[in-house]
Nanobody, 114 residues
Framework: QVQLVESGGGLVHPGGSLRLSCAAS????????MAWYRQAPGTARELVAR???????NYADSVKGRFTISRDNAKNTVYLQMNSLKPEDTAVYYC????????WGQGTQVTVSS
């Protein structure tokens, strides 16, 4: 029933930008916290950014000032604007939804390399 579909990943050079999108269905989108996580090979999955239904946001220290999470409730879509990308940002990025982080997308690969 609940489906989260990420898009926008790809290969980018250091210092470049990407915008990830996550389209949600099967939930009352406007009421749900939404988040982006990432996981690099050999590492634990980590929270990158989260946005509450109120619009309040929080970010991992490693991305503060570079990434921006936003949501468009009319489109049931959450975005992650990623600027000044670094090689260490390389990971699979996952969309997440729910008060208890219960719903996950399939992930989209982001590779930052020269």
């Amino acid at each position: 029933q609940v489906q989260l579909v990420e898009s926008g990943g790809g290969l980018v050079h250091p210092g470049g930008s990407l915008r990830l999108s996550c389209a949600a269905s099967g939930i009352i989108f406007r009421l749900n916290p939404m988040a982006w996580y990432r996981q690099a090979p050999g590492t634990a999955r980590e929270l990158v950014a989260r946005i509450l239904s109120t619009g309040v946001t929080n970010y991992a220290d490693s991305v503060k000032g570079r990434f921006t999470i936003s949501r468009d409730n009319a489109k049931n879509t959450v975005y992650l604007q990623m600027n000044s990308l670094k090689p260490e940002d390389t990971a699979v990025y996952y969309c997440n939804a729910g008060r208890f982080y219960e719903y996950w997308g399939q992930g989209t690969q982001v590779t930052v390399s020269s």
